[in-house]
């Protein structure tokens, strides 16, 4: 059984950083693209980073470009969110996502592999 558990999630002042984690296992997506969503009250999921193993391409909504970073090992089957210079805007519940197959892309509904979620709070 494939399982996705986030962690790092908190409250941190509009400024600061915080370091997201999401442990794999069930089974291995070295191969595939891993990526990371939130959501926010009221409004719609939406992308936030990507990262194909194969390759190293990572890619960034526009929101988060420059201040959060995507990483991952490989041998510990982990995926990395930095997230640095937070805003409120950033407050939200992020998900860790997997596709299984396939590759990089920014849609929600082509990732079949989700975690519960940690909930980001950044205070103005």
């Known amino acids: 059984q494939v399982q996705l558990v986030e962690s790092g999630g908190g409250l941190v002042q509009a400024g600061g950083s915080l370091r997201l984690s999401c442990a794999a296992s069930?089974?291995?997506?070295?191969?595939?693209?891993m990526a990371w969503f939130r959501q926010a009250p009221g409004k719609e999921r939406e992308f936030v980073a990507v990262?194909?193993?194969?390759?190293?391409?990572?890619y960034y909504a526009d929101s988060v470009k420059g201040r959060f970073t995507i990483s991952g090992d490989n041998a510990k089957n982990t995926l990395f969110l930095q997230m640095n210079s937070l805003k409120p805007e950033d407050t939200a519940v992020y998900y860790c996502?997997?596709?299984?197959?396939?590759?990089?892309?920014?849609?929600?509904?082509?990732?079949?592999?989700w975690g519960q979620g940690t909930q980001v709070t950044v205070s103005s």
């Open positions: 990262i194909s193993w194969t390759g190293g391409i990572t």
């Open positions: 069930g089974r291995t997506f070295s191969s595939y693209p």
């Open positions: 996502a997997a596709r299984g197959i396939g590759a990089v892309t920014t849609n929600y509904y082509d990732y079949a592999y």
